[in-house]
């Protein structure tokens, strides 16, 4: 008979939304009508900008006529959306050509499928608290996982150590859930760190569009020596409201290679093998968010984003609570006051002052004592939630 993959049974259940939306409906149940402030979301509010959605009925328009339809499409991405991501790369001072970038349908595939490349018996280094698709796409391969824990005493910014050890590193920066955004110099231990030993970093910038600080890479190739280390996995849902409509790129220097194989060569084998590319449509609407225009509107949305982290972290320095980020990314990791457990600050964070927040324990052990805040949804709900914050704890 036939055998499944047993690494599936390895598996941790994920509780975490299932236990929110639980106690959420619990007290709604007993509280009928409450307004709830949910800071607890890590999805966007605010539509596509107008530059998208004009790119977007273009592109429908094109579908419609003959001499400008479009079939399949080339299976690592649109020459014209390559060549926009790559250049937006140059803008950067980061040199890349076009068949270094790879059109995805979103970071989340990619941090998936990319693992195909890398052998079942590495092991994947996961600096926790993390993103929990790191830990369960590499229990599903089998491979053996490094839980690197990371906590108050570093801001949530590990640096390398010989209990890092590991083929494969993960790096999310600016992170979800902490908030946290690693600098020139935190990138270049790992960069030197990885090269040393022949380990390739996995690196996920989705939320690089939210960076203001001079010192905090947009890129991982901005570090001298990552083209030889690194690989980028990077996501339009959150730099500019694509969550829904799914397009992602990722990057691939020629340079990187092991034992003689190339990934960029191995990569275009697994997609021309295993998809048939992105829609014509969505990849014009992806380009439109690099055109002058595009990134202006962008950034509007950003802004709104922003002024929502402002006032929260304002309010919990007024406070007096402990938290990181909030700066150059769209979530707040706060520390749970009185020593409460994640799970407890949560209860008292509904019953109290009816604002939902994710339990940092559901990113990894070390995520507990803390909640993060999200700064994604509506001004108005964010000021409203910051004033409930002060009635409770000041
Ligand atoms: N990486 C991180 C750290 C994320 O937080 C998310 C989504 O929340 C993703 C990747 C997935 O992004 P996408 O919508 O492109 O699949």
Same mark, same amino acid.
């Given at each position: ?60 328009? /094109?579908? $419609? ?9 080339? %299976?690592? *991405? @649109?020459?014209? =959306?390559?060549? +926009? ?97 690693? /600098?020139? $110099? ?9 090269? %040393?030993? *022949? @380990?390739?970093? =996995?690196?996920? +910038? ?189």
């Amino acid at each position: 008979m036939l055998k499944p993959n047993e690494n599936y049974l390895k598996l941790k259940e994920s509780y975490l939304f299932y236990s929110i939306s639980q106690k959420v409906a619990a007290y709604l149940a007993n509280n009928p009508g409450e307004k709830l402030y949910r800071l607890g979301i890590g999805d966007v509010s605010l539509p596509l900008c107008p530059a998208v959605i004009a790119a977007l009925h273009e592109a429908v328009e /094109d579908q $419609a006529k003959k001499e400008t339809f479009h079939g399949y499409m080339p %299976e690592c *991405g @649109a020459p014209f =959306l390559r060549e +926009a991501i790559a250049a937006h790369y140059g803008k950067r001072g980061v040199e890349l050509s076009s068949d270094e970038v790879y059109v995805s349908s979103g970071a989340s595939d990619e941090l998936g499928d990319i693992l195909d490349l890398f052998d079942r018996q590495s092991s994947a280094l996961i600096m926790e608290p993390a993103y929990p698709a790191y830990v369960d796409a590499n229990v599903m391969a089998g491979r053996r996982i490094v839980h690197y824990p990371s906590g108050v005493e570093n801001g949530f910014l590990p640096a390398p150590s010989p209990a890092a050890e590991a083929d494969l590193i993960y790096i999310c920066s600016p992170n979800n859930p902490t908030g946290s955004a690693d /600098d020139r $110099a935190g990138l270049k231990a790992w960069v030197d760190f990885a090269n %040393e030993r *022949g @380990a390739v970093i =996995l690196f996920d +910038a989705a939320y690089e569009a939210f960076i203001e600080d001079e010192n905090v890479p947009h890129s991982i190739y901005e570090i001298p020596g990552a083209k030889t280390c690194a690989i980028e996995i990077c996501s339009l849902s959150k730099t500019a409201g694509f969550t829904g409509t799914r397009l992602g790129y990722t990057v691939i220097p020629k340079e990187l290679m092991r034992r003689g194989m190339r990934f960029g060569s191995m990569w275009v084998r697994n997609r021309t093998t295993k998809t048939n590319g992105v829609s014509y449509i969505i990849q014009k609407g992806g380009a439109a968010v690099f055109t002058e225009e595009g990134q202006k509107q962008i950034k509007e949305n950003i802004a709104v984003y922003k002024k929502n982290a402002a006032v929260l972290t304002e309010t919990l320095d007024k406070l007096g609570l402990w938290y990181c980020g909030g700066r150059n990314a769209p979530y707040i990791f706060l520390k749970c006051p009185d020593e409460r457990n994640s799970w407890s600050f949560f209860d008292m964070l509904l019953h109290r002052a009816q604002i939902i927040a994710t339990p940092g324990v559901g990113f990894g052990k070390c995520g507990e004592g803390f909640c993060r805040l999200s700064t994604f949804g509506s001004p108005e709900d964010t000021v409203e939630a910051a004033k409930r914050l002060t009635e409770v704890f000041g």
